[in-house]
Each structure stands twice: as C-alpha cells, then as structure tokens.
C-alpha cells in the first residue's frame, strides 16, 4: 500500500529558501576560512559526493590565488601522510581537498557490539584514522597544507569518534545540505535497487554501505514523509539481510509510528521479532496484523510457526487451519501443519500433511526429510530411509539427510558422513556425522548403542556381540574408524568427544593407544569418555592384555589426581570393573589395589612395633614423619603415614587428655604434655607440607590430620587449599579441618580469618551486617577503609542491598569503587563486590569481571560467573562455556552453567543455545 503526504509547493520553497540562504552563508564561511589560513589547518565539509564537485570548482573559481588541488581516495588506503608526502614532494600546494576518505572506514563499520547499537559504537579503529590519531604532529610539521575532507554525514560522525585526537586539533567543520529534488533523486535510485533476495547476496561491508546510504537521507530535513516511510521499510528489509534484526524492528516501528494501519509492517515486524527469538512479542505482532487484514494467508501460517517454536502445537495447528482455509494449496501451511502433528505424537496424520505438501511441491527435499522423521517415530525404519533418500535426490548436499541415515545403520551413508566429518565447517554438523557413524559402528557389533554421554549406564555395560557382516562391508567400517581416529584431532572438544564414543561402538583394541592419549586431553568430557571406552574394551577377551598393558597405570593416575570429580568417578568405576576380571595379568592386580587407596605394608610394621613397644612413640613419629617427606616412597604409604601421625600424637603415650574445660582454646596435640619430646613440630611442618603434595590421597589425609589435631598454625594453608585445590576430596577435607579449627579457638584472630567463609558457607551465623540505613557515603567509606578487609566485605554486602532498586542512576564514583574492590587483596571482598555489580546491573563491569574469571579463589570464580549471568554478558559467553566444562570446581561449573542458561534466556545467544543443547541443560 503506497502512503503520500502531498506538500504545499509554497511552504517548500519557502523552506528551502531558507536552507539556501543558510548554505550560502556556510559556503562564505568557509572561504573566509581558506582564504585567511596561512599554512596548516583542518576543515571537514559534511555534502554529498555531487554537492563536493561543484564546491570544488566554486572554491578554485573564488580564490585564484591559493594552489589547489583533490586528492581522490577510490580505494581503501592505510596511510594518509604517505599519499600526502608523495603529492607534495612534486610542488606546494596551498589547499588539499580529500574526497572518498569514507571508503576506508566501511569494512570496520558494523552494527555495534554483539550485532547490536548505533554504527559508529565499534571495538576497533581502521587503520587510517589510528595512523592520522599518531601522526598528527608530523601533519602539522612536514605539510604547510589546509586540509579540507569532503564527508557524506556517517563518514563525519565516524571520524569524530574514531579519530578525536585528529579531528579536534585546529579544526573547523560546515555542513551543506542537499538540495530537495537531489534527496527525492536519491530516495528513489535506493527504493528501485534491491530486495531482500539481492540484499542477502551482498557481503557485509556492502549490506553496511547501503545501510548508510538510507541512514544518511533518512538524516535530511527535506525528506517527504511518504519517501521517510518507505526509506524506513527499505531499511529495515536491509538490516534483516544482515541478520540485525534488533536494528529492523526498530526501523519497523519508527514506520508504523508515521502509517500504524499498514499490516505488511505488522508482518515484517513479526518476522524479525521470530528471528530474536522474541516468541511471544512476535504473536503479537502477528495478530496486529491479523486483525488489520485476516485474509493475509501468510501471516496465518508464520504465527504457527511460532507457536511450534513455543511448544503450543494445538494452537498452532488452528493457526495453520486458518492459512489453509484461505489459501488451501499452500504449500508451507501444510507441511509445517505435519511438523506440529508430529510435535503432538500423532505421527501418521503429520505424514499426511506431508504427503499433501509433496502433490504442491514434489520437490520440497525437506518436506522429505521430514516424512521421513515421522516414518522413523512410528518404528518404520525401512519406510524412512525411503523418505531420506528422496529428499537427497533433489539435494545431494543436505547433511541432515546423511546423518538421519546414518542413524539408522544405513551403510550407504558411511562416506558421505566421513567428508561431513572430515571437511565440513559447521562444528554441529561435524558433531551429528561422528555420531551417526558410530550408530554405523552398533550395526557391526549388533549392540543396541552404547555412546550417548546421556546414559552412564548404558554406556559403561559390556559390549555386544559381533554381528554378521558382510565382507565387503568391512572396508566401509575400516574407512570410518579411521575417520574416527582422525577426528580425535578435531580443534573442538565436542567432536572429539563424540568421536572417542563412536570408536568405542566397533570394539576394536587396535585403537587403545589412541585412546590413552586422549586421556590427558585439556577437556574434561574428552577424559572421560576415553577412560570409558578403554574400560569396555579391556573387558573384550581378544587383545584385552595389550589394552591393560596401555591403560591400566595412566588410568590409576587420571582416578588419583584429575581435577575434575566426574572424571575421577567414572574411571573408578572403570577400574572396578577391570579389578573384577578374572586373570592373572599383574594389571588387574594394580587395579584392585588402586580402588583402594591408603593401605601400607611399612606404616602397619611402625605401628605393630609401637604396639609390641619394640619402638617408643617418638621413635615412631620420627619415622612416620620420615615416610611422610619423602618423596621416592609410594603415595599410599605416605597417605597412610599422615593419617597414622594423627592418630599417633592425639592418642599420646597413653596419656589421658587434660579437661576440656580446663584448657579448651589449646590445640588437642599440646594438651599431653608427655608429647613434647616427640619432635611435634617438625611432624606438623611436614603435614602442612604434605597439603601441596602432588598426589591427592597425601593431601587429602594431611588436611584431615591438621583438623583432628586442630593445628591453629595451618588455617591459612588450610583457607588456600579450601579455596584454590582442584581435588573436590582435598578441599572437603580441609574446609572441615578448618571448621574444626574455628569452633575450638578461643583466638579472635583465628576467628576473623574464618568468618567470612563461613558466612558464604552457612556453616555459622552472620555477624550483624552494616545497616542498609546507613549513608552509601558511609558504605563507599568503609568500602575504601585499605585497613580492615572484613568492613571492606560487609560495606560491598551492603551496597548490594541499598542500590538494588536504583537501577542506572548508581553514583559513578561508586560503580568505580566496586570494580577496584575486584582488585582487593582479599577474596573474601571480590566475591561482595561480583555479587553486588552483578545484583545492580552494572554493564560497565562486564570487562572487569571477565578479568577475574581465571582467579585461583574459587568463590571469585563462581561469584563473577554469577554475576556475568545476571548482566546478561553475550561477550562472556565462550569463557563461561569453557568454564563450565573444564573448571576443577563443581561449584563453580555448576554457577557458569546456570549462567550460560541465564544468558541464552536474555538474548537468544546462539553459541550458549548450541552448548546447552548437547549438554540436554535444561531438561525438557
């Protein structure tokens, strides 16, 4: 529908009779300016490249007496002063005119941060104007040159931003208008220039120069309000070629704020609205349109796919009906009608939609493909790879197709699905080819699948029996393990992963070198997964001793020492398994001494000869302490020693304690007097030594030693192992020595090292916290106080609950102060402060608290993931992925998780969806 506001002719040569005279005196302006400047000085002009000519020739025809030149820039460029000295090494010029310097800024012109913002908001400079920011001194001191730069109004504003250093130093700027018949000229060549098709086809640097075109008409004050509309619709078609649909829908509105009854724009809206991921904003939208035109067949079906998305498949259905009964041979009403049908389990008539779909278009290769799902759904395999192969008739290159066969044991798919894997870019499609090529893998073996991550259980069980192939075949099953082997070098984890869960579904022992490499992969689910498959395939009689040989030592160190608990648990139960096959392999043997942990020949020979009082108590403990320290003896045996230390100095030489009344604030080893001759000291240094041992079980019975013995002089030790040891046992054990240690000190110092821990942790009650009431000048006071760490804690505590609801009107000086306390020595006052930026929405915070996201304090790492979750953080979202999979801390991966999900919530972001996709987080 075309919409013009006709104008009186008077009125708009009245208007620009007063735009003229203005020009004119701008035009005066500037030649006063050039005329009376002797040597260096800067001039912007803002005009269009037409109006730039004839300024040109105007400006030579008035001052004959100045030397001037154009310098016209084409093509990108790099540096301007080198350009510049080559044009003045051949004479002197007074005046340079420098015209299509825009040019190089387009490639560094995007749509803001995230796809998102106003175009000149970017994270990088283009190198011309970072060269003009650091030469400026040489411009001024090599070329005796005014120069006058001839800019559209996006190249202005650009430079302003981009280039301030320059732009601001002895500078003048005037600004010419164009004439109206010139803006409606314009108008029209970018109205009758393109579509959405064309527009999809441009690269991005074009989509952004065209963009700025209608950005730069959209500017001009003579600018009909019918062209505005239509510029505004063109506009927005442009920004969704370019995916930035945020930008389109506000273009959308701005053209519905000028003709609110045009239906189209109401649909377009809607459109752009699905493409966010704004569901329930796009519906509205929908039925906005609906209700200004509910014949618009289209509309009628793009609300159902909206509602598929949202999971209201009867809604959708009607919305589909509704489509249909106005247009009843419309093509995608009725196929994704099926998809809705399928979506309700009601597979047969979903294929009936499908079918109906195929008489319009026999060709729709996905209304194939998707026939063939239904098929599959109802347990009709044979009828689906039907269905499959058809739709990869009409489109050869259609992976989902390969890896649907691929599910489903089809052999035809297995070469296909090794190019997929080998040379296809999208990671996901790389992911589902390796998958399917282990379901290629469980037709060999007959198993009934044992790769999924999903299923522990299903995928710990023994293998299956080799099923009866064809000899043929087997050159395909070699070409794909070794497809498989190769992927294990794929740059994403994920593949790899998967890949490790696919070899293991053909049970070849061939690969088990391969797979103890992977085993000190960087990614945790990569460890574990490889640890699994080495396990099954140790329990296959053929080749099992070569398997044992290679794995059995690397997995005993991955149970001992991996951080992660997981990986730790699951090769326990590998090893368990390997400790109950019956053989007489010295592996097994190494495996069922390894499940458990701590027995030692030489401690329980110290302990029997202390028993039999062949050696005195001392004696003893300066043995024990000597196992302990050093390093050549087994790890278990130095576990044991710490713990039979422990046992040793609390239990004295048969000594009865004193009472507890008496001296409760002592440590249990300093009340028996008789254990002063024992060397006590040394043994407690070699304890609290012992907690950076390299083998978790030594520390972990350390920690636990220190806590029975209540040693005051290890809590600070104890908080580090707490906050910063990999090992989930380790810290468990030090965090309840430290508990320990905290209820029977009478030590107020000993106290305050605690309190804040133990706040977080709920082990004890808060101390009254600083009240709220108090002034925030008060708080951003004892926020500074570099003295006392706990008030730092408590004012940042506070601050969180008295800015809550102030929203963006947070004193700066305050935000300041927060993200230096990010910085503050004490981890306890950079967890308050994640906790309190992330709680106010402070988005300037983003880039501080990313910094702290590698912090060895494990409450700072999980209090920055939080607080990069509430702020809704897209740039974090690759760090709290990593995070998520790989951090030693449950806690802490739990928090970037719950983050990563808070994040996709917020904005849509594809990478958090896809890792929480294959992660199945959250459950359906």
Same mark, same amino acid.
């Given at each position: 529908?075309?919409?013009?506001?006709?104008?009186?002719?008077?009125?708009?040569?009245?208007?620009?009779?007063?735009?003229?005279?203005?020009?004119?005196?701008?035009?005066?302006?500037?030649?006063?300016?050039?005329?009376?400047?002797?040597?260096?000085?800067?001039?912007?002009?803002?005009?269009?490249?037409?109006?730039?000519?004839?300024?040109?020739?105007?400006?030579?025809?008035?001052?004959?007496?100045?030397?001037?030149?154009?310098?016209?820039?084409?093509?990108?460029?790099?540096?301007?002063?080198?350009?510049?000295?080559?044009?003045? #090494?051949?004479?002197?010029?007074?005046?340079?005119?420098?015209?299509?310097?825009?040019?190089?800024?387009?490639?560094?012109?995007?749509?803001?941060?995230?796809?998102?913002?106003?175009?000149?908001?970017?994270?990088?400079?283009?190198?011309?104007?970072?060269?003009?920011?650091?030469?400026?001194?040489?411009?001024?001191? $090599?070329?005796?040159?005014?120069?006058?730069?001839? +800019?559209?109004?996006?190249?202005?504003?650009?430079?302003?931003?981009?280039?301030?250093?320059?732009?601001?130093?002895?500078?003048?700027?005037?600004?010419?208008?164009?004439?109206?018949?010139?803006?409606? #000229?314009?108008?029209?060549?970018? %109205?009758?220039?393109?579509?959405?098709?064309?527009?999809?086809?441009?690269?991005?640097?074009?989509?952004?120069?065209?963009?700025?075109?209608? !950005?730069?008409?959209?500017?001009?004050?003579?600018?009909?309000?019918?062209?505005?509309?239509?510029?505004?619709?063109?506009? *927005?078609?442009?920004?969704?070629?370019a995916r930035n649909y945020t930008a389109?829908?506000?273009?959308?509105?701005?053209?519905?704020?000028?003709?609110?009854?045009?239906?189209?724009?109401?649909?377009?809206?809607?459109?752009?609205?699905?493409?966010?991921?704004?569901?329930? $904003?796009?519906?509205?939208?929908?039925?906005?349109?609906?209700?200004?035109?509910?014949?618009?067949?289209?509309?009628?079906?793009?609300?159902?796919?909206?509602?598929?998305?949202?999971?209201?498949?009867?809604?959708?259905?009607?919305?589909?009906?509704?489509?249909?009964?106005?247009?009843?041979?419309?093509?995608?009403?009725?196929?994704?009608?099926?998809?809705?049908?399928?979506?309700?389990g009601h597979y047969q008539q979903a294929?009936?939609?499908?079918?109906?779909?195929?008489?319009?278009?026999?060709?729709?290769?996905?209304?194939?493909?998707?026939?063939?799902?239904?098929?599959?759904?109802?347990?009709?395999?044979?009828?689906?790879?039907?269905?499959?192969?058809?739709?990869?008739?009409?489109?050869?290159?259609?992976?989902?197709?390969?890896?649907?066969?691929?599910?489903?044991?089809? %052999?035809?798919?297995?070469?296909?699905?090794?190019?997929?894997?080998?040379?296809?870019?999208?990671?996901?499609?790389?992911?589902?080819?390796?998958?399917?090529?282990?379901?290629?893998?469980?037709?060999?073996?007959?198993?009934?699948?044992?790769?999924?991550?999903?299923?522990?259980?299903?995928?710990?069980?023994?293998?299956?029996?080799?099923?009866?192939?064809?000899?043929?075949?087997?050159?395909?099953?070699?070409?794909?393990? #070794?497809? %498989?082997?190769?992927?294990?070098?794929?740059?994403?984890?994920?593949?790899?992963?998967?890949?490790?869960?696919?070899?293991?579904?053909?049970?070849?022992?061939?690969?088990?070198?391969q797979l103890v490499n992977q085993l000190?992969?960087?990614?945790?689910?990569?460890?574990?997964?490889?640890?699994?498959?080495?396990?099954?395939?140790?329990?296959?009689?053929?080749?099992?001793?070569?398997?044992?040989?290679?794995?059995?030592?690397?997995?005993?160190?991955?149970?001992?020492?991996?951080?992660?608990?997981?990986?730790?648990?699951?090769? =326990?139960?590998?090893?368990?398994?390997?400790?109950?096959?019956?053989?007489?392999?010295?592996?097994?043997?190494?495996?069922?001494?390894?499940?458990?942990?701590?027995?030692?020949?030489?401690?329980?020979?110290? +302990?029997?000869?202390?028993?039999?009082?062949?050696?005195?108590?001392?004696?003893?403990?300066?043995?024990?302490?000597?196992?302990?320290?050093?390093?050549?003896?087994?790890?278990?045996?130095?576990?044991?020693?710490?713990?039979?230390?422990?046992?040793?100095?609390?239990?004295? =030489?048969?000594?009865?304690?004193?009472?507890?009344?008496?001296?409760?604030?002592?440590?249990?080893?300093?009340?028996?007097? &008789?254990?002063?001759?024992?060397?006590?000291?040394?043994?407690?240094?070699?304890?609290?030594?012992?907690?950076?041992?390299?083998?978790?079980?030594?520390?972990?019975?350390?920690?636990?030693?220190?806590?029975?013995?209540?040693?005051?002089?290890?809590?600070?030790? +104890?908080?580090?192992?707490?906050?910063?040891?990999?090992? &989930?046992?380790?810290?468990?054990?030090?965090?309840?020595?430290?508990?320990?240690?905290?209820?029977?000190?009478?030590?107020?110092?000993?106290?305050?090292?605690?309190?804040?821990?133990?706040?977080?942790?709920?082990?004890?009650?808060?101390?009254?916290?600083?009240?709220?009431?108090?002034?925030?000048?008060?708080?951003?006071?004892?926020?500074?106080?570099?003295?006392? *760490?706990?008030?730092?804690?408590?004012?940042? =505590?506070?601050?969180?609950?008295?800015?809550?609801? &102030?929203?963006?009107?947070?004193?700066? $000086?305050?935000?300041?102060?927060?993200?230096?306390?990010?910085?503050?020595?004490?981890?306890?006052?950079?967890?308050?402060?994640?906790?309190?930026?992330?709680?106010?929405?402070?988005?300037?915070?983003?880039?501080?608290?990313?910094?702290?996201?590698?912090?060895?304090?494990?409450?700072?790492?999980?209090?920055?993931? !939080?607080?990069?979750?509430?702020?809704?953080?897209?740039?974090?979202?690759?760090?709290?992925?990593?995070?998520?999979?790989?951090?030693?801390?449950?806690?802490?991966?739990?928090?970037?998780?719950?983050?990563?999900?808070?994040?996709?919530?917020?904005? !849509?972001?594809?990478?958090?969806?896809?890792?929480?996709?294959?992660?199945?987080?959250?459950?359906?």
């Amino acid at each position: 529908m075309k919409y013009d506001i006709s104008y009186p002719s008077q009125s708009l040569t009245s208007e620009w009779s007063d735009t003229k005279a203005k020009t004119q005196a701008e035009y005066q302006a500037l030649v006063r300016s050039l005329e009376w400047t002797d040597g260096f000085r800067l001039l912007f002009v803002r005009c269009s490249p037409a109006e730039g000519e004839g300024l040109v020739t105007k400006v030579k025809q008035d001052l004959t007496k100045k030397l001037i030149e154009v310098e016209s820039l084409e093509q990108p460029i790099d540096n301007l002063h080198r350009l510049v000295n080559k044009r003045t #090494q051949k004479r002197q010029l007074d005046i340079l005119f420098i015209k299509g310097i825009e040019n190089s800024f387009l490639k560094y012109i995007t749509s803001g941060f995230g796809g998102q913002g106003d175009y000149y908001k970017i994270d990088s400079v283009p190198r011309v104007l970072g060269n003009l920011n650091l030469q400026r001194e040489r411009f001024r001191d $090599e070329f005796g040159i005014c120069f006058v730069f001839l +800019l559209p109004l996006f190249g202005l504003k650009y430079f302003i931003r981009r280039a301030p250093d320059f732009f601001d130093w002895n500078s003048g700027v005037f600004e010419f208008l164009p004439k109206p018949e010139v803006v409606e #000229q314009e108008s029209l060549r970018i %109205l009758q220039s393109g579509s959405y098709r064309q527009y999809r086809q441009l690269t991005s640097q074009e989509q952004s120069q065209k963009i700025l075109e209608i !950005q730069e008409i959209l500017e001009e004050p003579h600018l009909f309000i019918s062209r505005r509309k239509e510029l505004l619709l063109e506009l *927005a078609t442009l920004q969704s070629a370019a995916r930035n649909y945020t930008a389109a829908v506000t273009s959308y509105d701005q053209a519905l704020a000028i003709q609110p009854d045009n239906y189209q724009t109401w649909h377009y809206r809607g459109l752009a609205l699905e493409n966010l991921g704004l569901y329930e $904003e796009a519906i509205a939208s929908y039925n906005q349109a609906q209700r200004l035109n509910p014949y618009h067949c289209s509309c009628w079906s793009h609300r159902g796919d909206v509602l598929n998305k949202l999971g209201r498949y009867e809604e959708a259905v009607a919305s589909y009906d509704q489509a249909l009964a106005i247009q009843p041979d419309y093509h995608n009403a009725w196929h994704h009608r099926g998809i809705a049908l399928k979506n309700l389990g009601h597979y047969q008539q979903a294929i009936a939609n499908y079918d109906h779909a195929l008489k319009i278009q026999p060709n729709d290769f996905r209304a194939w493909f998707n026939r063939g799902n239904a098929d599959k759904d109802l347990g009709k395999p044979e009828q689906a790879k039907a269905s499959y192969h058809q739709a990869l008739k009409i489109q050869p290159d259609f992976p989902p197709a390969w890896i649907a066969l691929g599910n489903l044991g089809d %052999l035809q798919a297995v070469k296909p699905l090794i190019q997929l894997l080998q040379t296809h870019p999208n990671v996901d499609i790389r992911y589902e080819a390796a998958e399917a090529l282990g379901d290629v893998g469980t037709r060999r073996r007959g198993d009934a699948g044992t790769r999924r991550r999903g299923d522990a259980e299903t995928r710990r069980r023994g293998d299956g029996e080799m099923g009866k192939i064809d000899i043929p075949h087997n050159n395909l099953f070699t070409l794909a393990q #070794q497809a %498989l082997l190769t992927a294990l070098q794929d740059q994403n984890a994920d593949v790899c992963a998967v890949a490790i869960r696919s070899l293991g579904s053909y049970g070849d022992v061939n690969i088990a070198p391969q797979l103890v490499n992977q085993l000190t992969h960087q990614d945790r689910y990569v460890r574990e997964d490889a640890a699994v498959v080495l396990g099954n395939l140790a329990q296959r009689p053929s080749g099992r001793t070569t398997v044992l040989q290679l794995a059995v030592k690397p997995l005993i160190r991955l149970m001992r020492n991996d951080p992660i608990r997981d990986v730790r648990e699951a090769t =326990e139960q590998v090893l368990y398994k390997i400790a109950a096959l019956a053989g007489e392999e010295p592996e097994i043997g190494q495996a069922r001494q390894a499940i458990q942990p701590g027995k030692s020949v030489k401690v329980e020979e110290l +302990l029997n000869a202390q028993e039999g009082e062949e050696l005195d108590s001392k004696t003893v403990a300066e043995k024990l302490t000597q196992l302990l320290i050093d390093y050549k003896n087994n790890p278990d045996e130095r576990a044991a020693a710490a713990i039979a230390l422990g046992n040793l100095l609390q239990r004295g =030489e048969n000594n009865p304690p004193v009472k507890q009344d008496e001296k409760a604030c002592l440590p249990s080893y300093l009340q028996f007097p &008789s254990l002063e001759g024992l060397g006590v000291g040394s043994s407690i240094k070699a304890l609290i030594k012992a907690l950076d041992d390299k083998d978790r079980f030594v520390r972990e019975a350390a920690a636990k030693t220190l806590g029975k013995l209540r040693v005051e002089e290890a809590i600070e030790a +104890l908080d580090r192992v707490n906050r910063e040891e990999v090992i &989930s046992n380790v810290r468990q054990a030090a965090e309840a020595a430290l508990y320990d240690i905290y209820q029977y000190s009478n030590s107020g110092e000993v106290k305050a090292k605690a309190a804040c821990y133990w706040q977080f942790a709920h082990r004890i009650d808060s101390p009254n916290p600083i009240e709220v009431e108090k002034t925030i000048p008060t708080l951003l006071l004892k926020l500074t106080n570099r003295n006392d *760490a706990y008030e730092r804690f408590q004012a940042a =505590e506070s601050l969180k609950k008295a800015l809550e609801d &102030s929203g963006d009107n947070v004193d700066p $000086e305050i935000i300041n102060s927060l993200i230096e306390a990010l910085e503050d020595p004490h981890p306890e006052v950079r967890v308050a402060a994640a906790h309190t930026l992330g709680a106010i929405g402070c988005t300037q915070a983003i880039e501080p608290l990313l910094n702290n996201l590698q912090r060895k304090d494990r409450f700072v790492r999980a209090a920055v993931a !939080q607080a990069l979750g509430n702020l809704a953080a897209e740039a974090a979202v690759g760090s709290l992925i990593h995070l998520w999979r790989n951090d030693a801390i449950a806690d802490v991966r739990d928090t970037a998780k719950c983050a990563v999900w808070t994040i996709y919530q917020k904005t !849509q972001n594809p990478i958090a969806h896809r890792a929480l996709k294959r992660a199945g987080y959250p459950p359906n």
